[in-house]
């Protein structure tokens, strides 16, 4: 399931470097379970959290049926 949850962050990593951001796959649990590091201007932007669920989420939920949250480390 790593492999494509990456893969799905692929398709992630444009959008947030362009606003000089990026994320970082941190670990894959068992239980559905995405561990992400947002990096750059990202990591320190108040609208991560929104960024992270409302987008991040939704895109690898679609991607990987198998993602049952995502959740920032």
């Keep these: 399931m790593k492999e494509k949850v990456e893969k799905a ?8 470097m362009a606003d ?3 994320v ?6 068992g239980d ?3 561990k992400l590091k947002l ?3 990202c990591g320190a932007c ?8 409302m987008g991040i ?7 990987v049926p198998e993602v ?3 959740v920032a480390v």
């Design 9 to 16: 962050l692929e398709k992630v990593r444009p959008m947030l």
């Design 20 to 22: 000089g951001g990026n």
């Design 24 to 29: 970082e796959l941190v670990e894959v649990t």
């Design 32 to 34: 559905g379970v995405v």
């Design 39 to 41: 990096t750059g201007a």
């Design 46 to 53: 108040p609208m991560s959290s929104m960024t992270l669920k």
């Design 57 to 63: 989420e939704k895109i690898l939920k679609q991607e």
């Design 68 to 70: 049952k949250e995502v």
